[in-house]
């Protein structure tokens, strides 16, 4: 089991930047993939990005080249850094692991991106 904790998120312009971070109650380094979600207000989940342990990455191809997400598995963190923020990326983002026992989400952060 893991517990996943998010910050980071808040109130941007458009055009600006956030970074949010997950940090993780145990070690990472045995989670193969970890990853961030979004949900929009009357939206499905979606994906943005998703990590291995051995850093490879496959973002959403709407998000390419906005979006970074990066891991520390001596830190048990996994971040997003969001560039050139946009009203549509608007949403609750979420952290998730996934491991041999199952899925795992933090509770999310807020960001909200006024135009």
């Known amino acids: 089991q893991v517990q996943l904790v998010e910050s980071g998120g808040g109130l941007v312009q458009a055009g600006g930047s956030l970074r949010l971070s997950c940090t993780a109650s145990?070690?990472?380094?045995?989670?193969?993939?970890m990853g961030w979600y979004r949900q929009a207000p009357g939206k499905q989940r979606e994906l943005v990005a998703i990590i291995t342990r051995g850093g490879i990455t496959n973002y959403a191809d709407a998000l390419k080249g906005r979006f970074t997400i990066s891991r520390d598995n001596a830190k048990d963190t996994v971040d997003l850094q969001m560039n050139s923020l946009k009203p549509e990326d608007t949403a609750v983002y979420y952290c998730?692991?996934?491991?041999?026992?199952?899925?795992?989400w933090g509770q999310g952060t807020q960001v909200t991106v006024s135009s």
């Open positions: 145990r070690s990472i380094f045995s989670i193969n993939n």
């Open positions: 998730y692991a996934a491991t041999p026992r199952g899925g795992y």
